[in-house]
Nanobody, 125 residues
Framework: QVQLVEHGGGLAQAGGSLKLSCVAS????????MGWFRQAPGKERELVAA????????FYADSVKGRFTISRDNAENTVYLQMSSLKPEDTALYYC??????????????????WGQGTQVTVSS
């Protein structure tokens, strides 16, 4: 079992920055692909960014490319999402997820077995 807890959400102004962290416990996540998803009210959950176990391969949704950066510190069992140039449309509940059954990078919600409870990000205009 892997437990994931997200930190760092909150209120930001448009153009501002926030850094989310996802701390894992129960098992080391050092060999697992990880991802950040978000879900806004009335919308489906979407993949924001994903990273392979080494950190050498990343994926970003077009809507956040160039503004968000996913990274990981396997020694700390933690994954990060640095969010810059925030927009009101980034407002959502952000989830961290772990895909232990995948060998490289995971791009579908179905690939992820473990999920955090989410942290709210609200961007004001």
């Amino acid at each position: 079992q892997v437990q994931l807890v997200e930190h760092g959400g909150g209120l930001a102004q448009a153009g501002g920055s926030l850094k989310l962290s996802c701390v894992a416990s129960g098992r080391t996540i050092g060999h697992y692909p990880m991802g950040w998803f978000r879900q806004a009210p009335g919308k489906e959950r979407e993949l924001v960014a994903a990273i392979n176990w080494t950190g050498g391969v990343t994926f970003y949704a077009d809507s956040v490319k160039g503004r968000f950066t996913i990274s990981r510190d396997n020694a700390e069992n933690t994954v990060y999402l640095q969010m810059s140039s925030l927009k009101p449309e980034d407002t959502a509940l952000y989830y961290c997820a772990c895909a232990p059954r995948e060998s490289n990078i995971a791009l579908r919600a179905f690939d992820y077995q473990y999920w955090g409870q989410g942290t709210q990000v609200t961007v004001s205009s």
